[in-house]
């Protein structure tokens, strides 16, 4: 075993047969705390998001807040009761992605796709900057190092991932259960002592920088939406809940719609109630935290299991970014490795990209939640709006009973949204939304690009035209002076090259097809009886996904059947127009040479293609 496979399996452990992939099937409260984790999370910043904008404009100013979340508890209802019509519809779970490409198009697919992937990648660096700062709020000798503290939750995130952590009910409920209890704690502690007349009856003075005015006030609304973050998990998870699935789903939504406006509504009254101003160093959480309990372990417990609690908000893009991955990667919109099931049975490559991606953000924004929110909210509403408006049109197209009510919810929805979707644009433009309003149609354009690459790989390699060839079948020597094993990926034209090259230099030829569970065995049999019927096709399947582990093997067996002579080992392969087109493709040609090389192979060669 080389060092970097032991190093890998140190890590990230042995790896893990297909047959081990199991879903865990969730109860209505664990699921709230597994599939809710985001949503309920953004109240530790939320409030804060709102103030910090208010604040700029003095003292008289902050008192807005509470309209402005009154606000933004009713834009929740809406979407909440939108989203219950979207799982009603969707009983395998409709993400935006799914419901916007089957209803409005594929283009309106991948606008809602790639918000969709801006938005996981903002939920992992938002979460984990605001968990960062519930710790240096608390232990303040550690604020000089936030982006190393950032990074360091990143990369264990990561590698828990990478290792197939299971969304463990029982687990999760621990840290989410015990933020949801101390959060409730904190308000009625909160409103006694606000009864008792316990707290400050006036704001410190500020110094007013700009006007409030309707584009201020709509600024801060839009700094506020940000508390509904996470709300389409429930309606992209569907499957997990245990049966009836839909039923449980719907009823959990409205649980978290009623538990995450309570949480907000109350810590948004709390702050205006205690003439809170936003500090820096301190989260208004931390400082309402310490008004309440006080420099007691209570409030040290506050700011534990909110870090907690965003860690895992962070965690559920672990889970939902690589799926949608996954899905784009199977439509060809992304590259074919996306879709690979790595050896703990996770979407491995999804993993890294989602770290790499929230590292370099943490890194560019310093770990600060404040500079990072302003493009969070783009990406989430206007995948809201896109499915929204995809359920419109199902409706319309089903006319199942009751769809005109459906209809009629899914439309108010969708013009909120994007009534918001349009308010958030226009008040952060300058402050950083321009980004996610630029990167939506650059990621757009990748992915068509990497769809016509595809397209274009797949036409070229194409043997619907191929007409089998009408050779010569060599007379069958009993003794065998050289043999060889054909490495068969794909029938494509590609390996029908490499066929009759094998047919050339050798009289003893094998073909080997390894099976990691995508394999349409009747297909390709048929195929190759058509094409290829003298070179017998072995199919060899491989229950833990290594194309290369099973190769080696048949290749060593295969040369012991014929000491002393010079088996070689074909490996057809196609080379791409441009070097930047094989960063789609993976690189098994190459670790197999190296693979077969260090098992001291020794004739192997590749036959190359030229699309």
């Known amino acids: 075993m080389s060092l970097y496979s032991q190093i890998k399996k140190f890590l990230i452990g042995k790896s893990l047969p297909t047959s081990a992939h199991t879903e865990e099937r969730l ?10 984790s985001d949503a309920l999370s953004s109240v530790a910043y939320a409030t804060e998001e709102i103030l910090l904008v208010l604040v700029a404009a003095g003292s008289g100013a902050l008192g807005f807040s509470l309209p402005i979340s009154i606000g933004i508890v009713a834009l929740l209802a809406i979407v909440i009761l939108s989203y219950r019509q979207t799982v009603r519809a969707y009983p395998q779970g409709g993400g935006s992605y799914i419901v916007a490409k089957e209803n409005i198009g594929l283009y309106a697919g991948l606008v809602a796709g790639s918000s969709l992937m801006i938005d996981y990648i903002l939920t992992v660096t938002v979460s984990i900057s605001a968990g960062t700062a519930a710790l240096t709020s608390a232990i303040p000798i550690l604020r000089g190092h936030t982006v190393l503290l950032c990074l360091i939750f990143i990369f264990l995130l990561n590698l828990a991932n990478l290792r197939g952590v299971k969304e463990s009910g029982r687990i999760f409920m621990i840290p989410t259960y ?26 410190p003075t500020i110094a007013i920088s700009q006007e409030l005015s309707l584009f201020f006030v709509l600024r801060a609304f839009a700094a506020g939406c940000t508390a509904l973050t996470g709300v389409e998990a429930i309606s992209d998870g569907v499957l997990a809940f245990k049966p009836p699935e839909w039923k449980n789903a719907r009823l959990t939504l409205l649980y978290l719609g009623i538990v995450l406006s309570s949480m907000f509504a109350g810590i948004t009254f709390l702050a205006n109630s205690y003439h809170l101003v936003p500090e820096s160093g301190q989260t208004l959480l931390s400082l309402l935290g310490r008004e309440v309990f006080g420099d007691s372990v209570i409030y040290y417990f506050l700011q534990i299991v909110t870090l907690l609690v965003l860690l895992l908000a962070a965690n559920t893009s672990y ?54 929110i302003p493009l969070y909210a783009v990406g989430v509403f206007t995948s809201f709006t896109l499915s929204q408006a995809g359920m419109v049109r199902h409706w319309f197209q089903e006319k199942t009973p009751g769809w005109q009510a459906s209809a009629v919810m899914n439309g108010i929805g969708a013009i909120t949204t994007l009534i918001v979707l349009l308010v958030i644009v226009y008040t952060k433009f300058l402050f950083g939304a321009w980004l996610v309003v630029v990167a939506i149609p650059i990621f757009i354009n990748l992915f068509l690009a990497i769809a016509k690459h595809y397209r274009h790989v797949a036409e070229s390699l194409s043997v619907q035209d191929v007409v089998p060839c009408s050779y010569v079948a060599r007379l069958k020597s009993e003794v065998v002076s050289h043999p060889a094993v054909i490495v068969v990926g794909q029938l494509n034209r590609g390996t029908i090259e490499a066929l009759d090259y094998a047919r050339i230099i050798a009289d003893k030829i094998v073909a080997i097809h390894v099976d990691i569970g995508s394999t349409d ?39 012991e059947q014929y000491p002393n002579m010079f088996t070689t080992v074909i490996i057809p ?6 070097w930047w087109d094989a960063i789609l493709h993976n690189q098994t040609t190459l670790f197999l040479k190296v693979a077969l090389r260090a098992e001291k192979s020794r004739i192997v060669t590749s036959v190359n293609y030229f699309l």
């Open 27 to 36: 109860s209505n409260a664990a699921a709230l705390a597994v599939l809710s």
């Open 178 to 203: 015990a933020f949801i209890g101390s959060i409730f704690l904190l308000i009625m502690v909160g409103l006694f002592k606000q009864l008792s007349g316990e707290v400050s009856t006036s704001y």
């Open 319 to 372: 889970a939902d970014f690589p799926r949608l991955c996954y899905f784009l990667s199977k439509d060809g919109f992304l590259p074919r490795q996306l879709s690979l099931l790595g050896d703990r049975l996770v979407y491995s490559n999804g993993i890294v990209l989602l770290s790499v991606c929230a590292a370099i953000l943490v890194v560019i924004f310093k770990g600060q939640v404040n500079a990072v």
């Open 521 to 559: 065995r009747k297909t390709l049999e048929e195929k190759w009886q058509k094409l290829e019927s003298d070179i017998p096709l072995y199919i060899i399947d491989s229950p833990y996904r290594s194309v290369i582990d099973p190769v080696v093997k048949f290749v060593s067996e295969f040369e």
């Open 573 to 578: 392969s196609f080379v791409t127009r441009n």
